[in-house]
């Protein structure tokens, strides 16, 4: 490279967020170094020295699959945006530490499992809700309770899919904690920095390096590529250019050689640069182009904006301008809580990856998926007499329910597997509110939503609620409904036993609480354990999962057993 290109591009790399825009445009007017069949504008070059652990990258790329995940004529599947998955909550409970509550998102829960979206065959458009009621007894307490599924059918084949070009910021944490092991927290249970011991564990900084490889190879020529790194400050490593005018494999071997771990963990930083890098895209045709910014991270946010509320008006007022975000978290100690705050936004959705195979596998197929948006502002108007809705699973702004209201902020596609749609659900708990109501009351519901070009649709129809103390109208919403109660009572789990830990007496002095030598967002490791009265209780919901998966017929509901077993054997 010719040493004034680089001398600017250094200054280039460390301009701040405002020089951005300008110091883009200048350097595009130097002549670019090329390799290969287009441009190697790599921009970013590691620290020669650092106080953090340094990892480099692995020669191991993934491979995948690059043809298209779609084909054949069976219609898409659609899923809520936020969690698409608990595996930080399932690796934590097998790795022996205790789950933080917030990694039990029932979205995510929802998105593991395949459900009949209860369609006719009909459906002649890209979304059409059907609605199927349940009455069902409590198993812990036995009191009857009356719930509404919402399937999320579609009438759009999977042949007839394609997502569209992706104007692409990749956004990679470089942090320390990033160096820890990745079946290891960062810190240990009284806050102290953890060094990754032994060679049995890969670093998560090299996962995350090779979850940022195999995703390149799907992009396609007329896909725009950007590549921000950061840290405790964001550093530009390359700049949005066009698939087809850059030297991937040039661009894939700085990612495995120059990438190191270290410093402070600054998201909004990275955030922040991304946005400058798409700026001048947002305003593209949404149906012609999608901007997203693929945010790469622990989470464990210690510098910068660190306030959840703060990241999430960033990340609002990106979607607001088109510009959408994916979280793919990984390691043990991912920190679901902050993500699960900042991600519940028009467009916005997170994964969780605990090995490089379950990132191999998820992205093979369902990359597309991932990044394309179909459905906005799902929201569905309750009326009926003596009821009102008190609690929504599987929607991205549960929260923001109100006793007539549900609300889903983005439906994404989804796979289908015989006729059943991955996460193609969400259920609604209906609560009496007068004494007076008749149990089989109807419910009159209305639906709208936005479609992605920006058009308003709506449908109403009316349901009435079954009469009986336990009756199902599918095995589908009886199946999300055993889902719902499981995330619930391993919620409240979690909760029980950090209260009880925060109480525990130790020999000598007591250590002082973790958050006064952690940053906010920091997590320590707490051991698993079960304690009074949640052994009892999660045992009993054990034998009440064996009796409904019977019912059911579902095999795959076997790893939630598989998971209580492995709860239960700490108690």
């Excluded at 990359?367 to 699973?393: H, N, Q």
């Excluded at 259920?427 to 419910?443: F, H, I, M």
């Amino acid at each position: 490279m010719p040493s004034d290109r680089r001398r600017f591009l250094t200054l280039c790399t460390a301009a701040s967020s405002a020089a951005l825009a300008g110091c883009s445009a200048v350097t595009n007017r130097i002549p670019w170094t090329r390799s290969g069949d287009g441009v190697d504008d790599w921009q970013y070059s590691p620290p020669e020295e650092s106080d953090g652990w340094h990892f480099g990258g692995t020669d191991d790329a993934l491979e995948v699959n690059e043809e298209a995940a779609t084909g054949g004529d069976e219609m898409i599947g659609l899923s809520a945006g936020g969690a698409a998955d608990v595996g930080t909550f399932r690796r934590n409970v097998y790795e022996g530490y205790l789950p933080i509550p917030e990694s039990m998102a029932d979205e995510g829960l929802f998105h593991e499992y395949y459900f009949d979206t209860g369609g006719d065959g009909s459906c002649e458009s890209l979304f059409c809700p059907t609605y199927t009621p349940a009455a069902s007894p409590d198993p812990l307490s036995g009191e009857t309770e009356r719930y509404l599924s919402v399937g999320l059918d579609s009438g759009l084949s999977q042949s007839a899919f394609e997502r569209p070009p992706l104007n692409l910021v990749i956004v990679l944490d470089i942090s320390g904690s990033m160096s820890a092991s990745f079946s290891d927290y960062y810190y240990d249970a009284y806050g102290n920095e953890r060094e990754p011991d032994g060679d049995t564990s890969r670093p998560k900084m090299d996962v995350a390096k090779d979850a940022l490889v195999a995703m390149t190879r799907h992009l396609r020529p007329e896909d725009r590529l950007g590549v921000v790194l950061f840290n405790q400050e964001a550093h530009l490593a390359k700049p949005l250019r066009a698939v087809e005018d850059t030297d991937m494999d040039a661009i894939r071997g700085h990612i495995r050689e120059d990438v190191r771990a270290t410093g402070g963990t600054n998201v909004s930083a990275g955030m922040e640069r991304s946005a400058d890098l798409v700026a001048e895209h947002v305003d593209a045709d949404r149906d012609e182009y999608e901007t997203r910014s693929v945010l790469i991270t622990d989470a464990q946010t210690n510098v910068g904006e660190t306030d959840a509320d703060e990241l999430r008006g960033s990340l609002e007022e990106n979607a607001e301008a088109g510009h959408h975000t994916t979280v793919i978290g990984v390691g043990v100690d991912f920190n679901a809580d902050l993500i699960d705050q900042i991600t519940a936004v028009r467009g916005a959705n997170y994964y969780s990856v605990h090995s490089a195979d379950e990132f191999e596998e998820r992205m093979d197929e369902g990359f597309e998926y991932m990044v394309t948006p179909l459905v906005y502002d799902l929201s569905l108007e309750l009326e009926a007499e003596g009821y009102e809705i008190s609690r929504v699973y599987g929607s991205d702004a549960a929260d923001e329910a109100t006793g007539e209201l549900m609300r889903v902020e983005t439906l994404f596609p989804s796979e289908r597997s015989d006729g059943e749609a991955k996460g193609g659900v969400v259920l609604v708990r209906v609560e009496r509110t007068s004494v007076g109501a008749a149990d089989d009351a109807e419910l009159a519901l209305e639906a709208s939503w936005e479609t992605r070009a920006g058009e308003e649709r709506s449908t109403t129809e009316t349901v009435s609620l079954p009469a009986g103390e336990e009756q199902y109208g599918s095995d589908a919403v009886r199946k999300a409904i055993l889902l719902a109660r499981e995330a619930d009572l391993l919620t409240n789990w979690t909760v029980h036993e950090r209260e009880a830990t925060l109480v525990e007496e130790r020999d000598g002095i007591a250590t002082p609480p973790a958050e006064d030598r952690l940053g906010k967002w920091e997590l320590e490791s707490d051991p698993l354990s079960v304690s009074q009265p949640y052994d009892d209780r999660l045992e009993t919901f054990r034998n009440h999962l064996a009796a409904e998966m019977d019912a059911i017929g579902d095999e795959t509901l076997e790893q939630e057993r598989e998971l209580l077993d492995a709860i239960l054997e700490s108690a």
